[in-house]
């Protein structure tokens, strides 16, 4: 083998190495120091009637259960009701799910939404970072 070749080959020997060195596990990157990290979806819109469905998700330990700090935002008469529930993961749990109600009426309005702002908590008991998007809006459209 010609020199410059074993060379070259001894080369990407120590890049490869160098790589696995800085390789993170994958439970590393999925937490910011050691708080963990929660993230949440929702659908962009729904018909009046139907529930909007918020699913938070957590990674990290899950050992214990998490208390989540929302806020709310609300355009619109489509609410059940103006009392909006905690929101935690119980012990052991990934996921949890809110799930906000709204009245299928008879009176033909503009298209409301609801809205979810997931805030940061940094202290005790249970602190946790929000995962981008931190704000989610479902748009809830008018069916009269
Ligand atoms: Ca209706
Ligand atoms: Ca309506």
């Given at each position: 083998?010609?020199?410059?070749?074993?060379?070259?080959?001894?080369?990407?020997?120590?890049?490869?190495?160098?790589?696995?060195?800085?390789?993170?596990?994958?439970?590393?990157?999925?937490?910011?120091?050691?708080r963990?990290?929660?993230?949440?979806?929702?659908?962009?819109?729904?018909?009046?009637?139907?529930?909007?469905?918020?699913?938070?998700?957590?990674?990290?330990?899950?050992?214990?259960?998490?208390?989540?700090?929302?806020?709310?935002?609300?355009?619109?008469?489509?609410?059940?009701?103006?009392?909006?529930?905690?929101?935690?993961?119980?012990?052991?749990?990934?996921?949890?799910?809110?799930?906000?109600?709204?009245?299928?009426?008879?009176?033909?309005?503009?298209?409301?939404?609801?809205?979810?702002?997931?805030?940061?908590r940094y202290f005790?008991?249970?602190p946790y970072?929000?995962?981008?998007?931190?704000?989610?809006?479902?748009?809830?459209?008018?069916?009269?």
């Open positions: 083998m010609p020199a410059q070749v074993t060379r070259l080959a001894a080369l990407l020997v120590v890049v490869v190495i160098a790589m696995e060195a800085f390789a993170l596990p994958a439970d590393v990157s999925a937490t910011t120091g050691d963990p990290l929660v993230s949440f979806t929702a659908p962009g819109s729904i018909t009046e009637g139907e529930p909007a469905v918020f699913t938070f998700r957590r990674t990290g330990d899950l050992s214990d259960e998490l208390y989540l700090n929302l806020d709310f935002y609300f355009e619109g008469e489509f609410l059940q009701t103006d009392e909006m529930p905690e929101v935690w993961f119980a012990a052991g749990e990934a996921e949890t799910v809110l799930s906000i109600p709204t009245v299928d009426d008879s009176t033909p309005e503009p298209d409301g939404s609801i809205g979810v702002h997931l805030q940061l005790d008991p249970e970072d929000p995962q981008a998007p931190v704000y989610l809006q479902v748009t809830v459209r008018d069916n009269d």
